[in-house]
Nanobody
Framework: VQLQASGGGLVQPGGSLRLSCAASGRTFSNYALGWFRQAPGKGREFVAAISWTEGVTYYAPSLKGQFTISRDNAKSSVYLQMNSLTPDDTGVYYC????????????????????WGQGTQVTVSS
């Protein structure tokens, strides 16, 4: 399985970025694909996820409304639209995949996600 994240970069506070994750190597039915982020010196934090088949979305409560996750099954890709960015959003953003053992149920615990991409750096600074 390969999860290729892209789209990170340097953006000014208040700006927007759209991250992409290209998924390959298996079929992702019964999987959720999601995003985590890791700020310098901190642990990996759940951001958002989407079920591959149904398109149900899940968000960290503090980020709902600011970030939007979507998918394009034809392109086997997941996207994260990030708006109104602040320096607190700085970090490495990782794409990950989780087999939903119980349909419709995800975990925010990164240790339980099954596949990971290499991460893309997002820096919010003036």
């Amino acid at each position: 399985v390969q999860l290729q994240a892209s789209g990170g970069g340097l953006v000014q506070p208040g700006g927007s970025l759209r991250l992409s994750c290209a998924a390959s190597g298996r079929t992702f039915s019964n999987y959720a694909l999601g995003w985590f982020r890791q700020a310098p010196g901190k642990g990996r934090e759940f951001v958002a996820a989407i079920s591959w088949t149904e398109g149900v979305t899940y968000y960290a409560p503090s980020l709902k409304g600011q970030f939007t996750i979507s998918r394009d099954n034809a392109k086997s890709s997941v996207y994260l639209q990030m708006n109104s960015l602040t320096p607190d959003d700085t970090g490495v953003y990782y794409c990950a995949a989780l087999l939903m053992v119980v349909p419709g149920t995800i975990t925010w615990n990164p240790e339980r996600w099954h596949y990971w991409g290499q991460g893309t750096q997002v820096t919010v600074s003036s």
